[in-house]
């Protein structure tokens, strides 16, 4: 079983999906990690995104659907399909600051009546990057 799983949810994220699992695979975390992708029917360039890092690592699991599900069913299944026994929410378009997954690990198991850690965010878009 993986330590960490997160559980990433797309559509149409071709612009960003590149960036966002690059940041995922570079943060050189020291226990075993799988990325499950919920990929709702996406119609843009984003599932040959998914197939050239799937074919880069192997420990990505691909949800694909021949309709679209809705965020919310998306969510839900892609969720439900993390066996990790931490599991870290993602977007498709979101970016992971480095070390932050081992920063939420390292308190998390040292807080054991802690359930659960959250994070500030920055929102940005191409024109304030």
Known sequence: ?????????????????????????????????????????????????????????????????????????NFDKTLRACTGQYISIFDGDDIMLPHKLNKQIEYLESHLDCVMVTHQNRAFDSSNG
Request: include cysteine; hydrophobic fraction near 30%.
């Open 1 to 73: 079983m993986p330590k960490v799983s997160i559980a990433l949810t797309t559509y149409n994220h071709e612009k960003y999906l590149a960036a966002a699992l690059d940041s995922i695979f570079d943060q050189n975390l020291d226990c075993e990690l799988e990325v499950v992708i919920g990929n709702d029917c996406s119609t843009d360039g984003t599932s040959k995104i998914i197939e050239e890092y799937q074919s880069k690592y192997p420990n990505i699991k691909v949800l694909n659907y021949h309709h679209n599900q809705g965020y919310t069913v």
